[in-house]
């Protein structure tokens, strides 16, 4: 990455397993994931695959789904900033069934000033979950709340 420094905050991971809850009872997940990390900016975009059977007497599930992030930062000469949270979340529990569900988080931080060795921030965020076609219907949920956190 010496030609193209921007690439140092490049990673890509991935795992898979694979095993079975029981003898004919599969169990498995390909998960990959691509994230970016600079001064001003952290993002990432992540995968699953996922293949399920508890027993031999269920139905054989297949489950898919993907989620993006990005944390914009504007950091100050004083060590305090700010910084955005955003986040989008697609889930398909089964493959059969045109059902899906839906996550987003948005929300702003204030990182403090560095005091030593002690670090802190407060954070207010929305997270609104929507269920499509799940039977029973399930209701939008909405949340937003005030976090707060001291590093030490």
Do not use: C, M
């Not at 994230?35 to 001003?40: I, L, Q, R």
């Not at 990432?44 to 489950?63: C, L, M, T, W, Y």
Request: proline fraction near 5%; charge should be positive.
């Amino acid at each position: 990455a010496r030609n193209a420094p921007i690439l140092r905050g490049l990673r890509i991971t991935g795992f898979a397993f694979a095993d079975n809850y029981i003898k004919d009872a599969e169990r498995s997940r390909v998960v990959g994931q691509v994230t970016f990390e600079s001064k001003y900016a952290s993002a990432g975009f992540d995968a699953i695959k996922a293949h399920d059977q508890p027993s031999i007497r269920n139905a054989d599930v297949e489950a898919s789904g993907w989620s993006w992030w990005a944390t914009p930062k504007l950091p100050f000469e004083s060590t305090a900033s700010v910084e955005a949270l955003l986040r989008y979340d697609h889930l398909q529990p089964n493959a059969l069934v045109p059902a899906d569900r839906t996550r987003t988080i948005a929300g702003v931080a204030y990182w403090f000033k560095n005091q030593g060795s002690y670090q802190s921030a407060l954070l207010v965020d929305y997270d609104g979950q929507t269920f499509h076609n799940f039977v029973p219907a399930q209701p939008k949920q909405t949340r937003v709340a005030l976090h707060a956190l001291i590093n030490f």
